[in-house]
């Protein structure tokens, strides 16, 4: 960390005996919705499979949240057709053509 410039304030992370960290993404659709960050007091020097890992384990974190995400607009759009239904005095129905 002390060689990173991202990093702006190392005289916090330093007192408290941060040495190293790897920070990594959680995406959705292509968008940065949260960040893991994992720190240690040991130097540490970079991994990359370690590094392709949590990538990859990011992206499926990502793809969890975004089914989460549709999971509860079903839910919702279901629950508001259900309110529909039952308000309309003649009812609401679905036709489904069988051919043989």
């Given at each position: 960390?002390?060689?990173?410039?991202?990093?702006?304030?190392?005289?916090?992370?330093?007192?408290?005996?941060?040495?190293?960290?790897?920070?990594?993404?959680?995406?959705v659709?292509?968008?940065?919705?949260?960040?893991?960050?994992?720190?240690?007091?040991?130097?540490?020097?970079?991994?990359?499979?370690?590094?392709?890992a949590?990538?990859?384990?990011?992206?499926?974190?990502?793809?969890?949240?975004?089914?989460?995400?549709?999971?509860?607009?079903?839910?919702?759009?279901?629950?508001?057709?259900?309110?529909?239904?039952?308000?309309?005095?003649?009812?609401?129905?679905?036709?489904?053509?069988?051919?043989?």
């Amino acid at each position: 960390m002390r060689h990173d410039d991202r990093v702006q304030d190392m005289t916090a992370s330093y007192a408290i005996g941060l040495r190293s960290a790897c920070l990594f993404p959680v995406a959705v659709e292509g968008r940065t919705t949260g960040v893991f960050a994992f720190m240690s007091g040991e130097i540490r020097e970079p991994d990359d499979r370690l590094l392709a890992a949590v990538l990859t384990i990011g992206l499926q974190v990502g793809q969890f949240l975004r089914r989460k995400q549709k999971e509860e607009e079903l839910r919702e759009s279901e629950a508001r057709y259900g309110a529909m239904a039952e308000m309309s005095a003649t009812g609401i129905g679905s036709k489904t053509r069988i051919s043989a």
